[in-house]
């Protein structure tokens, strides 16, 4: 199986501090794609980024950055200058191109203190 | 813009009843996928169609089928529901050549 781990259950960060979620994955494919999705308490799944294996670059959205190390297999999320609303469930995900469905990892739950 | 629609958002069920699930994909998106989430679980890919023909299957019990209509919208439809049936079920919707998939508020299950 394509397993995906995040090995942080839970994190406390402090409002206006950057955070770094971690992921890692297990793969034997070349081509494939990396993805953030944020659940709030209300249960709704809002894609935050998205990385393709062959982009050289880091993707960018906002506040959201992929930190991607492709030899290490890890595609941990940034969050810059945490803000109160960014308290949450974080999922990170792949697919593999030509197989669209999502694997999803366990979560991060993200809580930020003011 | 338009997000994906997802009907009803609440339903309660007894158990051996049936449900049907009601998802309506962003306009133009051609996919839909199907995902169940049980309660401090992670979303699990159920089934998925493109331009209205099955594409992939998942953990999809044999109690429960699918199709995608010529609109593109989608139908879950879950018979002899159980207990374990209980979650929260997300379809999300994405277009050919893209690969973000944007997923739809949820309709969450409760079966009694």
């Known amino acids: 199986a394509q397993k995906i781990t995040q090995t942080q259950p839970g994190m406390f960060v402090q409002e206006k501090e950057a955070v770094t979620l971690d992921c890692t994955y297990d793969?034997?494919?070349?081509?494939?794609?990396l993805f953030w999705y944020k659940q709030p308490s209300s249960g709704e799944m809002i894609f935050l980024i998205y990385?393709?294996?062959?982009?050289?670059q880091n993707a960018t959205e906002g506040r959201y950055s992929l930190n991607f190390q492709k030899a290490r297999k890890s595609a941990n999320l940034v969050i810059s200058a945490s803000q109160l609303g960014d308290s949450a469930m974080y999922f990170c995900a792949r697919t593999n191109f030509g197989n669209e469905k999502l694997t999803f990892g366990t979560g991060t739950r993200l809580t930020i203190i003011p | 813009a338009a997000g994906v629609i997802q009907s009803p958002r609440h339903l309660i069920k007894e158990k051996r009843e049936t449900a049907t699930l009601k998802c309506y994909p962003i306009?133009?998106?051609?996919?839909v996928y199907w995902y169940q989430q049980g309660p401090g679980q992670d979303p699990q890919f159920l089934i998925s169609?493109?331009?209205?023909?099955?594409?992939d299957k998942g953990s999809i019990p044999d109690r429960f089928s699918a199709q995608q209509f010529s609109d593109y919208h989608s139908e879950l439809n879950m018979s002899s529901l159980e207990l374990g049936d209980s979650a929260l079920y997300f379809c999300?919707?994405?277009?050919?050549?893209?690969?973000?998939?944007?997923f739809g508020p949820g309709t969450r299950l409760t079966v009694t």
């Open positions: 990385q393709g294996s062959y982009d050289e």
């Open positions: 999300a919707s994405t277009s050919g050549g893209h690969y973000e998939q944007y």
């Open positions: 169609f493109y331009e209205k023909m099955q594409s």
């Open positions: 793969t034997s494919d070349q081509s494939y794609g």
């Open positions: 306009p133009r998106h051609d996919t």
